[in-house]
């Protein structure tokens, strides 16, 4: 177990739709990031934030959107959703912006 | 662009044999190499990781080797064992664990 908490483990949904995948890094860990694995395009990154604040970008769509609390919790928005969106989401999580990424388990959506 | 190529696609080797995965990168700012473990339905797993200033890293059964003139590296895992069994992503990033770029990946089976 990574420490790295993500909810839901599953999500099945229309198209159309907006969902919200929420993540809780490891106790003491700043940085959250956010990445897509799916057959076609593999692991990309997303986003990143560290102590709240976005740090970096990747692929992420502008359907796509994420924040991170002040209880360092983070969620990833995803908003009128396309077949091509089924994939598993995780989320990692580092001490700080530079170091080691421990990953969650995972959230499979899957758009209908 | 696909900044960090891997492979074999697949590997299948005899238990205690030693599996070889090779990954070659193009952006010669990475700075930070680790690997990956990811087991069916589970988020993929910190196993080791290596920078530029070493040509090898060692823990436990696990070996990476790194060829910074080739910008290559490889993981070996030796005395194999069925519970290796997973797919084994290579990655890279720029200063730590900071938007990692991952390698398609590589589905090791280890037989008795």
Redesign the interface.
């Known amino acids: 177990d990574?420490g790295?908490t993500q909810t839901p483990k599953h999500l099945i949904t229309a198209t159309g739709q907006r969902v919200t995948l929420r993540c809780s890094p490891r106790s003491g860990d700043l940085?959250v990031?956010w990445?897509q694995q799916s057959l076609d395009q593999?692991?990309?990154?997303l986003i990143?934030y560290y102590n709240g604040e976005e740090?970096?970008k990747?692929n992420i769509l502008e359907r796509f959107s994420a924040q991170q609390f002040p209880d360092l919790h983070s969620e990833l928005n995803l908003s009128s959703l396309e077949l091509g969106d089924s994939a598993l989401y995780?989320c990692?999580s580092?001490v700080?912006?530079?170091?080691?990424?421990?990953?969650?388990?995972?959230t499979r959506l899957t758009v209908v | 662009q696909q900044q960090v190529k891997q492979s074999p696609q697949s590997l299948i080797v005899q238990k205690g044999g030693i599996p070889i995965i090779n990954c070659a990168y193009e952006n010669t700012a990475f700075d930070y190499f680790p690997w990956y473990q990811q087991f069916p339905g589970k988020g993929p797993a910190l196993l080791i990781a290596i920078r530029p200033d070493v040509s090898e890293k060692k823990e436990g059964r696990f070996t990476i080797s790194f060829n910074k003139s080739a910008k290559q590296f490889s993981l070996h895992i030796m005395d194999s064992q069925p519970g290796d069994s997973a797919t084994y992503f290579c990655a890279a990033s720029m200063r730590g664990g900071n938007k990692l770029t991952f390698g398609t990946g590589t589905q090791l089976k280890v037989e008795l």
Do not use: D, K, M
Request: glycine fraction near 18%; avoid cysteine.
């Open positions: 990574s790295v940085s990031y990445y593999g692991l990309q990154f990143q740090r970096a990747g995780f990692a580092s700080g912006r530079h170091t080691e990424a421990f990953f969650g388990q995972g």
